[in-house]
């Protein structure tokens, strides 16, 4: 036998039944493979949705959700000093989740709105002009607008006896109300 005998010697196909069903069992493994993906992923992003807080969607970076601002109406206060004669002008934005948040607190907008003028009259103009009397402000009013939706805010202890604030070891649930941010603070 020579070389081109050879290579006409190779094995010829058995036949169309064989040919068939090889890519019946090809098609049945990649139908398996997509499933197995699809459905092994599926499951697993949803235990790990479920296992990942709520605050989880407030990520930083190129897969964040961008966030959405409820502004508040400026208000005008009078504040606690001696004699009655200062008042402040203060401008709150909130940070939410996402507009469903922000349409449940705009429903309680006028009880959250009562609140921090009331937070606000509470304070002396010595107080609210330092950060740490903004940053107490803030959180009184994150309280107050987290309240009507159920929600809790971690609270300060009352001070030590070496005259430090300690916070509370309990954990707070999740809150959709993120932060309270101002966007004008005038003390006269």
Do not use: C
Not at 57 to 69: I, N, Q, S, V
Request: charged share 25%; net charge neutral; no cysteine.
């Amino acid at each position: 036998m020579s070389a081109p005998a050879a290579a006409d010697a190779a094995p010829k196909p058995k036949g169309k039944k064989t040919l068939i069903m090889g890519v019946v069992a090809v098609l049945l493994l990649a139908i398996a493979a997509a499933a197995w993906m699809l459905l092994g992923r599926g499951h697993g992003d949803e235990e790990e949705e479920a296992a990942a807080p709520p605050a989880a969607h407030a990520k930083k970076g190129k897969d964040a959700l961008p966030p959405t601002y409820l502004p508040m109406e400026n208000m005008v206060v009078n504040l606690a000093d001696a004699g009655g004669e200062k008042f402040a002008q203060i401008g709150v934005t909130l940070e939410v989740m996402d507009q469903k948040t922000a349409d449940q607190v705009k429903a309680h907008l006028p009880g959250i709105r009562s609140a921090v003028l009331l937070l606000a009259s509470q304070r002396t103009s010595e107080e609210l002009l330092t950060r740490d009397g903004k940053e107490k402000l803030a959180r009184d009013i994150l309280r107050e607008a987290s309240h009507p939706l159920g929600y809790e805010v971690e609270e300060d202890d009352p001070p030590a006896q070496d005259g430090k604030t300690r916070r509370r070891s309990r954990p707070v649930a999740f809150n959709p109300i993120y932060r309270v941010l101002f966007s004008s603070f005038i003390i006269q």
